[in-house]
T-cell receptor
Framework: ETGVTQTPRHLVMGMTNKKSLKCEQH?????MYWYKQSAKKPLELMFV???????ENNSVPSRFSPECPNSSHLFLHLHTLQPEDSALYLC???????????FGPGTRLTVL | QQQVKQSPQSLIVQKGGISIINCAYE??????FPWYQQFPGKGPALLIA?????SEKKEGRFTISFNKSAKQFSLHIMDSQPGDSATYFC???????????FGQGTTLQVKP
């Protein structure tokens, strides 16, 4: 595997379910990001981790909970989501905070 | 002040023509302006980026023009090809935060 990978690629969940999105980067980077991409809206930064510490939390509802156990892996834990949370969730990584961000293919999430 | 406004929302160009996408920003602290290209089912990929110390940057058929006083920058795609059909996003950030602010995106269709 190369670059940034995300699993699953598609996820359908009910509002009472708990699920997790996984991101793995194979680039030796030190910073990782979660973005939300909704139709007809700009990409929204959700969380930033640098050296496994959260450095940005962009006013995201608590039903989204990130976890960065090491510099290669990033998770987004989901619980009691709303239908308006349906979107493409993108993970990205960069060497450092100020460097070029490389994106994964995203997880298409549908909340019923 | 954190917004980046992108236009047009969609663009249709004949093969061989010039595609032009424009972005405007308000925050004068922004010092990094990348353009990303996104194909369906893929994450955004960095296409070209510029910093405000230069007014133009060219890489192959892709050119960024930057006007610091007007707080505007644009992407020009010369000799547009059907393979360039994708969604293009401009973005801006201050280089010490890694917090990319994205435009709304432009869907480009290049007709053969």
């Amino acid at each position: 595997e190369t670059g940034v990978t995300q699993t699953p690629r598609h996820l359908v969940m009910g509002m009472t379910n708990k699920k997790s999105l996984k991101c793995e980067q194979h680039l030796g980077h030190n910073a990782m990001y979660w973005y939300k991409q909704s139709a007809k809206k700009p990409l929204e930064l959700m969380f930033v981790y640098s050296l496994e510490e959260r450095v940005e939390n962009n006013s995201v509802p608590s039903r989204f909970s990130p976890e960065c156990p090491n510099s290669s892996h990033l998770f987004l834990h989901l619980h009691t989501l709303q239908p308006e949370d349906s979107a493409l969730y993108l993970c990205a990584s960069s060497q450092g905070i100020a460097d070029t961000q490389y994106f994964g293919p995203g997880t298409r999430l549908t909340v019923l | 002040q954190q917004q980046v406004k992108q236009s047009p929302q969609s663009l249709i160009v004949q093969k061989g023509g010039i595609s032009i996408i424009n972005c405007a920003y308000e925050n004068t602290a922004f010092d990094y302006f990348p353009w990303y290209q996104q194909f369906p089912g893929k994450g955004p990929a960095l296409l070209i980026a510029i910093r405000p110390d230069v007014s133009e940057k060219k890489e192959g058929r892709f050119t960024i023009s930057f006007n610091k006083s007007a707080k505007q920058f644009s992407l020009h795609i010369m000799d547009s090809q059907p393979g360039d059909s994708a969604t293009y996003f401009c973005a801006a950030s201050t280089s010490n935060t890694g917090k990319l602010i994205f435009g709304q995106g432009t869907t480009l269709q290049v007709k053969p």
